[in-house]
């Protein structure tokens, strides 16, 4: 059966077919659906969320460990947090198999970087494997395991946004079942002391050799023939848009890309007086080309280096045309938080009172936008804290009632708790805040260790954050109501003047969590508006101003009284519940 997938779809369906038994992520945007899909199949493969990647990844490597094909998802950036365990396992190698997916974000679409996360394989010294449509996704996960458990090695498995996101024809197979695999102590491969590590590098460069004569024949690496005079050199999505640009011309499409099957490029490459290598961001496979002697390439002095590829671009790029002209020109719409969004009361308070804030990853980073204006840094998950710890003890305490720290409940989770651990022990006065809306809302409400659910949809235990803070040594901690915009206001003042680390856990549910929730949209009373533009400053994207000046209410947005931080505004009463008639 044929049926439309995701590239994220069909690595959950590529887990099933193929006898994948557990499978972990943290969400993160383009991998976060992978495991919404994997759970579907939940009476064959265990999933779960775990609490950051590092975590994840070292479940992931628990469970291979114990024999089961397995597979661990997250964002390209996300690697970086699991890069510990990652070049770790390279050296320890696998008993079941084991897929790592890496979704990377060219042209940064939801994300602080585009870095290129295959230099991780040739960093790791592990195979690389990049489809470049959904089937080649199903297909390859099969692949990917199979090479895993011949050469005892965990795989790279890179795809990006696009292949993330679109769907794709894929022909459906059953499942698969691998047994488990025994378990047996091995403490001279699972325990990397030196000793053992010395001996482990050796085996991983005569693994690395022996791999790099199977990618010469590996099924992922293909030639498409064509103009006899045209050679193209690819991977991934950059296939897809160059076959789309240049359809007639001879292709060399690697699904696997790392160990790189030098002799297979070197010989399409002798049949052309000029290939042109096509991929995104940095010029991986030209790189490899360059260092084996090939000198016959077109590459990054024509393709951008920066930003997300498509066809338009390789065309111009490769014929020194300009086409961008033809571009329809779309409006911008700047991003916004949503109607109701509980932490809009922390950032117009925030500015309002002149105190910046350290920031992290999640949809609050809007918060930077005007006109709230909330934000000065954001750096990296869990990086709020620290960041403003560093300001305090360089510009010394004073400056710590000026700047506060901003974290999400569920980056908080991820990797802000050591972060609130260092402002105790070393005695800060920063003043933390976490937006706790009960859930990890900016990649599509995933639950985390603070909501009491988990992946699989079973209730377990939740986190207490005041629990966890006087653990941690903070004694001023406290829960607010995040649409009580006075209480709001009250709490940051209160904490910002204490001479010791303070806790505000600002309560409110994302708005988009239950949507019964939501009541009659307020109003504006024109005549009590004075038109003093004071809601405007909520940035709610549901208020905006008339032909007069005066303030309007969109009802089609409005949430209503579950929020109302307008009407707590107002300095003339002027928003209310309209009165039935």
Request: glycine fraction near 8%; charge should be negative; charged fraction near 25%.
């Amino acid at each position: 059966m044929r049926v439309l997938l995701s590239g994220n779809e069909a690595v959950a369906r590529g887990c099933y077919e193929h006898g994948v038994r557990v499978a972990v992520a943290y969400p993160g945007t383009p991998s976060t659906e992978i495991l919404e899909n994997v759970v579907k199949y939940k009476d064959d493969v265990y999933c779960q969320w775990s609490p950051n990647e590092k975590v994840a990844f070292e479940v992931a490597m628990g469970a291979v460990f114990g024999g089961a094909r397995t597979m661990v998802a997250m964002k390209h950036v996300g690697l970086n947090v699991a890069a510990d365990p990652l070049m770790t396992s390279t050296s320890v190698g696998g008993d079941g198999g084991f897929v790592i997916v890496t979704a990377d974000d060219p042209g940064m679409h939801s994300s602080q970087n585009e870095q290129d996360n295959r230099y991780f394989a040739k960093f790791a010294k592990i195979p690389l494997v990049e489809p470049s449509n959904s089937q080649d996704v199903k297909d390859f996960i099969g692949h990917a395991l199979d090479i895993s458990e011949q050469f005892g090695t965990p795989v790279l498995f890179r795809i990006s946004t696009r292949i993330s996101h679109a769907k794709t024809p894929v022909e459906l197979g059953e499942r698969v079942e691998v047994p488990l695999k025994d378990y047996e102590k091995d403490t001279s491969r699972r325990v990397v002391i030196p000793a053992h590590a010395r001996r482990l590098h050796v085996k991983v460069e005569e693994r690395l050799k022996a791999l790099a004569e199977f990618a010469e024949t590996s099924p992922m690496n293909k030639i498409i023939e064509g103009d006899p005079k045209v050679g193209v050199i690819s991977s991934g999505i950059s296939y897809e848009y160059a076959r789309d640009a240049f359809p007639g011309a001879t292709f060399l499409k690697l699904g696997m890309s790392f160990p790189f099957p030098a002799k297979l490029v070197t010989e399409f490459s002798k049949r052309f007086d000029t290939v042109y290598v096509v991929e995104e961001n940095e010029p991986f496979i030209e790189e490899q080309m360059r260092y084996i002697g090939i000198t016959n390439i077109v590459g990054k002095e024509r393709i951008p280096i920066c930003g997300e590829l498509n066809q338009r671009i390789i065309r111009d790029a490769v014929s020194g045309e300009d086409t961008s002209g033809e571009k329809a020109k779309v409006p911008a719409r700047p991003p916004v938080l949503c109607p109701g969004c509980p932490h809009r009361s922390t950032f117009f308070m925030l500015n309002r009172l002149g105190i910046g804030s350290t920031s992290d990853i999640g949809c609050y980073t809007l918060g930077v936008m005007p006109p709230l204006n909330g934000i000065d840094t954001c750096i990296c998950m869990g990086a709020s804290i620290g960041n403003s710890l560093g300001m305090e003890k360089a510009r010394g305490r004073d400056f710590a009632k000026k700047m506060v720290a901003v974290i999400g409940d569920s980056t908080f989770v991820h990797s802000g708790i050591t972060g609130l651990a260092d402002v105790a022990y070393n005695k800060g006065a920063t003043t933390v805040i976490i937006l706790d809306n009960s859930i990890t809302a900016m990649t599509g409400h995933q639950h985390h260790p603070g909501t009491g659910v988990t992946l699989m949809g079973e209730p377990t235990v939740k986190l207490d954050y005041l629990k966890l803070a006087e653990a941690l040594g903070v004694k001023d901690a406290r829960k607010v109501d995040a649409y009580d915009v006075t209480a709001v206001k009250e709490a940051i003042k209160e904490a910002i003047n204490h001479d010791e680390p303070s806790l505000l856990i600002m309560e409110g549910p994302c708005a988009l969590l239950d949507r019964s929730t939501w009541s009659t949209p307020l109003a504006v009373d024109w005549d009590k508006c004075t038109a003093c533009g004071l809601c405007l400053r909520l940035g709610c994207p549901s208020i905006s101003r008339d032909e007069t000046g005066k303030a309007t209410i969109n009802p089609l947005f409005c949430v209503g009284e579950l929020c109302s931080m307008c009407a707590q505004v107002c300095p003339s009463n002027a928003i209310s519940v309209p009165e039935k008639s």
